[in-house]
Nanobody
Framework: VQLVESGGGLVQAGDSLRLSCVASGGTLRWYEMGWFRRAPGKVREFVAGVTRSGGSTDYAESVKGRFTISRDNAKNTVYLQTNTLKPEDTAVYYC??????????WGQGTQVTVSS
């Protein structure tokens, strides 16, 4: 399975973006999915996660109430709706998948830049 992210861009503070992660070469149905990000000079951090069915989600404290993760297994796609973006949200955003406790499938990332 390969993951490809899209939807990043340059926006102003307060704007929104919808990131997408499409899988090819297999189905995402069996994977728990997550979004991570890496800001310049910082380590990669967890942003949001969703269970296989989409029935349960988890978020980093810094994005709670602003970001929403969802999935459409029929379309083999996971989304991250990002609202009320802040300059500190600037990062490369990565989609990841796991069958067990470790995320071991990663996309190439999509850049999100938020200007003040």
């Amino acid at each position: 399975v390969q993951l490809v992210e899209s939807g990043g861009g340059l926006v102003q503070a307060g704007d929104s973006l919808r990131l997408s992660c499409v899988a090819s070469g297999g189905t995402l149905r069996w994977y728990e999915m997550g979004w991570f990000r890496r800001a310049p000079g910082k380590v990669r951090e967890f942003v949001a996660g969703v269970t296989r069915s989409g029935g349960s989600t988890d978020y980093a404290e810094s994005v709670k109430g602003r970001f929403t993760i969802s999935r459409d297994n029929a379309k083999n796609t996971v989304y991250l709706q990002t609202n009320t973006l802040k300059p500190e949200d600037t990062a490369v955003y990565y989609c990841a998948a796991r069958l067990s406790s470790i995320y071991d499938l990663w996309g190439q990332g999509t850049q999100v830049t938020v200007s003040s």
